[in-house]
């Protein structure tokens, strides 16, 4: 399992903004956002993965994934 696996990415549509909003709640703050919900989610992926990269370059550790529970 990727280690960008373990994090929440929340995909939303922003009456605010008129626009998808995307966020990993726990690795980092802001996000990104677009027209597009998939280009979107895409994006945040890519900015996780970016971010686990720099946390593992600055040989810091990682924030402790939130977890998601389903009942």
């Known amino acids: 399992m990727k280690k960008s696996a373990r994090y929440i990415k929340i995909v939303a549509w922003s009456e605010e903004d008129q626009c998808y909003v995307g966020r990993c709640p726990g690795l980092f703050y802001g996000g990104c956002h677009g027209?597009?919900?998939q280009e979107v989610f895409s994006e945040l992926c890519r900015i996780v993965e970016d971010t686990i990269e720099l946390y593992e370059r600055d040989r810091k550790p990682l924030p402790t994934p939130e977890m998601?529970?389903?009942a």
């Open 35 to 37: 027209d597009d919900e």
């Open 68 to 70: 998601l529970r389903i």
